[in-house]
């Protein structure tokens, strides 16, 4: 079992940034591919970014590529969402998930393909 726990969110204003954070418990968080899904209200459950267990891998949305970074130390079981130049569409409660797997594959852009799910944060973006 892996419990995840992730932090950071809050209200920012368009063009600013925000880092969250997503701590694992347990001894095997290295094994674990890393993703961040988002959840705007009344949408679906959306990709934003994935990281393999080594942090050497890493694939991100269009809607948010080249203003996210994914990253991981897995010394701390923690895994980041860096967040800049954010916009209003942005605003969503964000997830952290955990793939046993552990590689980057097509698979990694679906929710169904993790196994663990942390509470999620909430980040709202004003304009």
């Known amino acids: 079992q892996v419990q995840l726990v992730e932090s950071g969110g809050g209200l920012v204003q368009a063009g600013g940034s925000l880092r969250l954070s997503c701590g694992a418990s347990g001894s095997t968080f290295s094994r674990y591919a890393m993703g961040w899904f988002r959840q705007a209200l009344g949408k679906e459950r959306e990709f934003v970014a994935v990281?393999?267990?080594?942090?050497?891998?890493?694939e991100y949305s269009d809607s948010v590529k080249g203003r996210f970074t994914i990253s991981r130390d897995n010394a701390k079981n923690t895994v980041y969402l860096q967040m800049n130049s954010l916009k209003p569409e942005d605003t969503a409660v964000y997830y952290c998930?955990?793939?046993?797997?552990?590689?980057?594959?097509?698979?990694?852009?679906?929710?169904?393909?993790?196994?663990?799910w942390g509470q999620g944060t909430q980040v709202t973006v004003s304009s």
């Open positions: 990281i393999n267990r080594s942090g050497g891998m890493r």
């Open positions: 998930a955990a793939d046993l797997y552990g590689s980057v594959s097509p698979s990694s852009k679906n929710y169904e393909y993790y196994e663990y």
